[in-house]
């Protein structure tokens, strides 16, 4: 089992950013898929997820509702995370995460996932 994120990098204020995440060895549809980010001195928080029913439904952190969209693509065993309108205050790294069957009521909770990426570090300065 691999979960294998990219995109991450160095971007203005601002800017945007897309992450990707490909999961490999379980069958994709049956797990919903999140992100996570810890930045330096901080605890890793939840970011963003989506449910894996055929809804699709999706949830948010406060701080990113408006400016971050998250999608899957079943035929690619993919999620993505788009990142619009970036701030300082998004700079760490970012983890992407995979929970068998998991209700959308658990996103949060990060003990819940199965499975974990490496990280991939998003940086926003000027």
């Known amino acids: 089992v691999q979960l294998q994120a990219s995109g991450g990098g160095l971007v203005q204020p601002g800017g945007s950013l897309r992450l990707s995440c490909v999961l490999s060895?379980?069958?994709?549809?049956?797990?919903?898929m999140a992100w996570f980010r810890q930045a330096p001195g901080k605890e890793r928080e939840f970011v963003s997820a989506?449910?894996?029913?055929?809804?699709?439904?999706?949830s948010y952190a406060d701080s990113v509702k408006g400016r971050f969209t998250i999608s899957r693509d079943n035929a690619k065993k993919t999620v993505s995370l788009q990142m619009n309108s970036l701030r300082p205050e998004n700079t760490a790294v970012y983890y992407c995460?995979?929970?068998?069957?998991?209700?959308?009521?658990?996103?949060?909770?990060?003990?819940?996932?199965?499975?974990w990426g490496q990280g991939t570090k998003v940086t926003v300065s000027s």
């Open positions: 989506v449910t894996w029913r055929t809804t699709c439904s999706t």
């Open positions: 995460a995979a929970a068998q069957r998991l209700d959308i009521s658990d996103f949060t909770k990060q003990d819940l996932y199965d499975y």
């Open positions: 060895g379980l069958a994709f549809s049956d797990y919903s």
